[in-house]
C-alpha cells in the first residue's frame, strides 16, 4: 500500500476513506431522484409514459455496462501486480464499455425525443431525463476519470506502485454501475412490469 | 512551508508555490488555521451585509404602512438576509471553527485533504459572491429562503441565481464534510479514542455526517428548480401534473437537518467552555456525546413539520409532530448536562462563559417555543406569523451566534496570542444579550397576535400593540448594530495591541493548548499521546485523597513536554523535518472556473457554461498534475529520510 496508511487511525488511507465518504453521499443523491421519478411514474401530462422504454435494448447496454466493472477489476488487479501494459489495456477496455454504455442512452434518448417523449413534456419526463441524464454524467465523468488515469500511467505520474490510485477511480466506477442496477430495475423493469399485470 | 524543498528542480507552472509572507502565501495557502482564518473574515463581511439587510427590514416595519422600501425591494432584501445568514455567515462561521479546531484538537498537523480544504473556501466566497451580484444583475432572489414552488418558477423572482448560487455552497459544504469526517477519523493521536475526543469534536462528526447527507437532497431539489426555470422541465409545475409538495420534501429533508448543522457545532463550542470556566468536567459527557448524535439522526425524521399546513394528511402529521417532540429529548438532555457542569463549579464569570450562558439560556426558549410548534393544531395558528421569526430566532441568534462569538472571544489567544479586552467584552455582552431579546421577544406577542411573515408592510388593521411591539423590535436592531460595533472596535483593537496571552489564558482542559499561541504551521512539534479525556487538564493536575485538583509541578509529569519546551529545545525539534502540505494555486484556479459555469447555467449561454468547465478541467488537471513537493497525499517514499527528494519533484 501507499504512504503513511500505518500511521492513521483507522488504518485506511485518507483517500480511500474519502472516496467511501463521498459515494455514501452521491446514494442519497441518487435516491432524491429516484424517489420523484417514482412520484411521477404516472404523471405524464398525456405524453408517453413508461411503455415507451424499449427494454430489450436499454438490457444490452446495462450489460455492457456491468462488464465494464468486470474489466476494471482486471484492470486495479494488473496495477496491483504491477504489469502496467495489462492495466492499460483493461482501463481502455472499461472506458470503452462506458463509451458504448452512453452512445446507447444517447441513442436511447434520441428515439424517445422522436416519439414524443422531451423535457419539458410532463413531470414524468422531466424525472426520467434528469435522473438517467445525471447518471450518464456520472458516467462521462468517470471515463475522463479512466482515459486521465491511463494517460498519467503513460507520463510516468501515476506509478506501477500506486496502485490506490485505480482503486479508487474503480470504487467510484463500481458505484456509478451499482446505481445504474438500481436505476435499471426501478426506472425501467419494475413499471415495466407492473404495465404488463 | 517549503524549507525542506531546497532548490533541486528547474520551476514551471505545476511547481508549487512558495511565498510564506503576503498576498500570495494567503491566497495558496492549505495551512488549516489559515483558511479557518479567511473564513472567519469572510463571515464577518458576510455579517455585516446581513444585519444591514435586517436594518432595512426593520425600518420598513418599524410602523405601521410605510413606505421606505418598495415591496420588491424588500422581498429582495429579506430573501437575502435569510440566504446570507443561513449560507454565509452560521454555516461558514462553524467551519471556520471546524478548520482552526479540528486538526489541533486531535493533535494533527493538518486536515487530511488540504488543497479540498482550500477548494471549500473558494467555493463559499465565490458562491457567496455569485449570490450578491444577483443585485447588480437584475435583482435578488426574491422568493425567501425557502423557495417554495411554484412562486419560485416564476421568471421575476430571480430564483435562479438561489438555484445556482446555493448549489455552489453546497459543494462548498459537500467536499468540507468528506474532509472534515476524514480528518476526525482517520487523523487522531495515538490514544485518542472515540470516547476521549474534545466534545466540540464529537459534534463536529455528526455535523459533518449530517452536511454528507443533506446537501445531496439539497442538490436535487436545486437541480429541479434549474431545469425548471432555465430549461423548461415540469418538475413543480402545478399545470402538467407536477407537484409543489415535492418541493417542500425535498427543501425541507435538507433544511432541518440544516439546523442541527448550525446549531450542534454551537453546541460543541458551549460544550467545550462551560467546563473550563467551571473548573469541572463537562457533566455527563457519554450522554452529551449520544445526545448529539441521536439529533443527527432523528433530525431526518421530523422535517414534514415545516409543512404541517400543506397537504400531507392526517397520519404524516400525526407521525411528524411525535417525531419533532421526541428530538426535544436529547436536546433536553444536553441542556440539563451544560447546568450540571456548572453545578456546584467554580465559576468563573469570563466574556466567553457569558456568551456560553447565554446560549444556554436563550436557545432554552427557543427551544421551548419550537415543541409548541410541534403540536399541530398550534402549529396551524402560528404558521407563517411572526411567532416563527421570533422561534427561529432564538435558536439561531440566541442559540448558535451567541456559542459562535463565545467560541471567538475563547479561542481568540489561541490564534493571536493575545487577550481580547473583557471590559469590552462585557460591554458587548450586556448590550446584545439587551438587543437581541429587545429585537426577538416582541415578535412572539407581535406573531400571536397574528402579525403575518414576508409582509413588506406592516398592516394599520393589526391594531397599536402590534405596531408598539415592531417599533420595540426595530429599537433593538439599533442596540444590536451598536453593540456588534463595540465587538468589531474590541476584535481590532485586540488583534493589534491586546494583552499577551500566554499558551494558557484559561486553565484550559483539551490539547489544543500544548500548542503555542499562535501554533507554528505544524501545529506540534511532537505528536502529543493522549491517555485521558480533557488530557491537557491531566497533564496539569493530579487529583490529592479527597479528589481535588492538585498542581503537578511542571517536569513532574513524565509526559509533560510542552510544545513550547520542546520547539525551543534542540534543533531537531525545530519543524524543520516535519513535512507540511505545500501551498498550491490550483485549488484557486479551479474554482475561478465555477464563475462562468455559474453566469452560464443562469442563461442559458452554452458558450459560457463550455468555457467554465474547460476551465474547472484544466484546474483539474493542473492540481493532479502538480508535484507532490511534500508527500502530502502520494509520495510512498517519505517514510525513509534518506530517500532523495529530487525524485519526487522531477515528475
Redesign the interface.
Same mark, same amino acid.
Request: no cysteine; proline share 4%; aromatic share 14%.
Given at each position: 500500500m501507499t504512504a503513511g496508511v500505518h500511521e492513521t487511525t483507522l488504518g485506511l488511507d485518507h483517500r480511500k476513506l474519502g472516496m467511501w465518504v463521498f459515494l455514501g453521499s452521491e446514494f442519497l443523491f441518487f435516491g432524491a431522484f429516484v424517489s420523484a421519478y417514482i412520484l411521477y411514474l404516472d404523471t405524464t401530462a398525456g405524453g408517453p409514459g413508461v411503455e415507451i422504454f424499449d427494454i430489450p435494448f436499454t438490457s444490452i447496454s446495462s450489460f455492457v455496462l456491468l462488464m465494464s466493472s468486470l474489466t476494471m477489476v482486471l484492470a486495479h488487479n494488473a496495477h496491483t501486480r504491477r504489469d502496467m501494459r495489462r492495466m492499460r489495456m483493461w482501463i481502455l477496455a472499461t472506458a470503452g464499455q462506458g463509451a458504448v454504455f452512453l452512445g446507447g442512452q444517447i441513442f436511447e434518448f434520441t428515439v424517445f425525443y422522436k416519439e414524443g417523449l422531451n423535457l419539458t413534456q410532463s413531470p414524468f419526463a422531466s424525472g426520467f431525463f434528469v435522473l438517467t441524464g445525471f447518471h450518464g454524467l456520472h458516467v462521462f465523468v468517470g471515463i475522463l476519470l479512466l482515459l486521465s488515469l491511463y494517460s498519467l500511467t503513460l507520463t510516468g505520474k501515476v506509478k506501477p506502485d500506486q496502485d490506490l490510485k485505480t482503486e479508487m477511480i474503480g470504487l467510484y466506477w463500481h458505484f456509478v454501475d451499482i446505481i445504474w442496477v438500481i436505476i435499471f430495475t426501478v426506472v425501467y423493469l419494475i413499471p415495466d412490469l407492473l404495465m404488463e399485470a | 512551508m517549503s524549507q525542506s524543498t531546497p532548490t533541486t528542480s528547474r520551476r514551471s507552472v505545476f511547481s508549487r508555490p512558495r511565498a510564506e509572507k503576503g498576498f500570495t502565501s494567503w491566497i495558496t495557502t492549505t495551512d488549516h488555521k489559515r483558511i479557518g482564518i479567511m473564513y472567519f473574515f469572510t463571515v464577518l463581511v458576510f455579517f455585516t451585509l446581513g444585519g444591514a439587510e435586517s436594518g432595512v427590514i426593520r425600518a420598513q416595519l418599524a410602523q405601521a404602512e410605510m413606505d421606505l422600501v418598495t415591496a420588491e425591494i424588500y422581498n429582495q432584501v429579506f430573501t437575502m438576509h435569510g440566504l446570507t445568514m443561513v449560507f454565509l455567515v452560521v454555516m461558514p462561521f462553524g467551519a471556520a471553527f471546524f478548520n482552526y479546531l479540528i486538526p489541533l484538537q486531535i493533535g494533527a498537523r493538518d486536515v %487530511? $485533504?488540504p488543497r479540498l480544504n482550500a477548494f471549500s473556501y473558494w467555493m463559499y466566497l465565490f458562491g457567496g459572491i455569485f449570490l450578491y451580484s444577483s443585485f447588480l444583475l437584475g435583482g435578488a432572489p426574491n422568493g425567501a429562503w425557502t423557495g417554495y414552488a411554484p412562486l419560485a418558477l416564476d421568471g421575476v423572482s430571480n430564483m435562479a441565481f438561489y438555484a445556482i448560487g446555493l448549489q455552489l455552497l453546497g459543494v462548498s459544504s +459537500?467536499s468540507a %464534510?468528506? =474532509?472534515f469526517?476524514?480528518t476526525i477519523? =482517520?487523523?487522531?493521536a495515538p490514544g +485518542?479514542t472515540f470516547m476521549r475526543m474534545p466534545m466540540f469534536i464529537w459534534m463536529s462528526l455528526v455535523t459533518n455526517f449530517l452536511l454528507?447527507?443533506a446537501?445531496?437532497?439539497i %442538490?436535487? %431539489?436545486l437541480?429541479?428548480l434549474q $431545469? &425548471?426555470t432555465v $430549461? *423548461?422541465?415540469?418538475?413543480f409545475?402545478p399545470a402538467? *401534473? *407536477? &407537484?409543489p409538495i +415535492?418541493w417542500q420534501h425535498?427543501f425541507w429533508?435538507f433544511g432541518h437537518p440544516e439546523v442541527y448543522i448550525m446549531i450542534l457545532p454551537a453546541m460543541g463550542i458551549v460544550s467545550e467552555i462551560l467546563p473550563v470556566f467551571s473548573r469541572k468536567p463537562l457533566f455527563g459527557y457519554a450522554a452529551v456525546a449520544f445526545a448529539g448524535a441521536a439529533i443527527g439522526f432523528i433530525g431526518f425524521g421530523v422535517w414534514a413539520h415545516h409543512m404541517f399546513t400543506s397537504a400531507i394528511g392526517p397520519v404524516a402529521r400525526s407521525a411528524f409532530a411525535l417525531s419533532t417532540m421526541f428530538i426535544a429529548v436529547p436536546t433536553g438532555i444536553k441542556i440539563f448536562n451544560w447546568v450540571f457542569t456548572m453545578w456546584g463549579g467554580k465559576l468563573r464569570f469570563t466574556t466567553p462563559m457569558l456568551f456560553s450562558i447565554g446560549f444556554v439560556s436563550m436557545f432554552t426558549i427557543g427551544g421551548l417555543s419550537g415543541v409548541t410548534h410541534a403540536v399541530v393544531p398550534h402549529n396551524a395558528q402560528q404558521h407563517d406569523t411572526y411567532y416563527v421569526v421570533a422561534h427561529f430566532h432564538y435558536v439561531l441568534f440566541g442559540g448558535a451566534l451567541f456559542a459562535l462569538i463565545a467560541g471567538v472571544y475563547y479561542w481568540f489567544p489561541k490564534v493571536t496570542g493575545r487577550l481580547m479586552s473583557e471590559k469590552l467584552g462585557r460591554v458587548h455582552f450586556w448590550t446584545w444579550l439587551l438587543g437581541f431579546n429587545l429585537t426577538f421577544g416582541p415578535m412572539h406577542m407581535s406573531g400571536l397576535l397574528g402579525q403575518p411573515r414576508r409582509t413588506a408592510v406592516l398592516p394599520a388593521e393589526l391594531g397599536g400593540t402590534v405596531e408598539l411591539y415592531n417599533l420595540l423590535s426595530s429599537l433593538g436592531v439599533v442596540v444590536l448594530a451598536v453593540s456588534a460595533l463595540v465587538f468589531l472596535f474590541n476584535l481590532i483593537a485586540s488583534i493589534r495591541a491586546g494583552a499577551a496571552s500566554g499558551p494558557d489564558p484559561w486553565d484550559a482542559r483539551t490539547i489544543e493548548w500544548l500548542s503555542e499561541s499562535p501554533p507554528k504551521h505544524y501545529n506540534f512539534a511532537e505528536i502529543p499521546v493522549v491517555s485521558h479525556r480533557d488530557e491537557f487538564w491531566h497533564r496539569k493536575y493530579a487529583e490529592d485523597a479527597a479528589g481535588q485538583p492538585v498542581a503537578v509541578p511542571a517536569g513532574g509529569s513524565e509526559d509533560h513536554v510542552t510544545a513550547e519546551a520542546a520547539a525551543h529545545g534542540e534543533g531537531d525539534h525545530d519543524g524543520h523535518h516535519i513535512h507540511m502540505p505545500d501551498p498550491s494555486y490550483w485549488p484557486l484556479v479551479m474554482c475561478l472556473g465555477f464563475f462562468p459555469v455559474a453566469y452560464g447555467l443562469l442563461g442559458p449561454t452554452p458558450w459560457l457554461i463550455g468555457l467554465g468547465v474547460v476551465w474547472v478541467?484544466i484546474g483539474f $488537471?493542473g492540481w493532479?498534475?502538480e508535484p507532490v513537493a511534500e *508527500?502530502d497525499? &502520494? &509520495?510512498?517514499?517519505?517514510?525513509d529520510p534518506a530517500a532523495p527528494r529530487s525524485g519526487v519533484a522531477a515528475?
Open positions: - | %487530511a $485533504f +459537500l %464534510a468528506v =474532509n469526517i476524514v477519523l =482517520n487523523m487522531r +485518542l454528507l447527507f446537501m445531496p437532497i %442538490a436535487v %431539489a437541480f429541479m $431545469f &425548471d $430549461f *423548461g422541465a415540469q418538475f409545475n402538467t *401534473g *407536477g &407537484d +415535492l425535498l429533508l478541467i $488537471f493532479i498534475i *508527500g497525499d &502520494d &509520495d510512498p517514499i517519505v517514510e515528475h
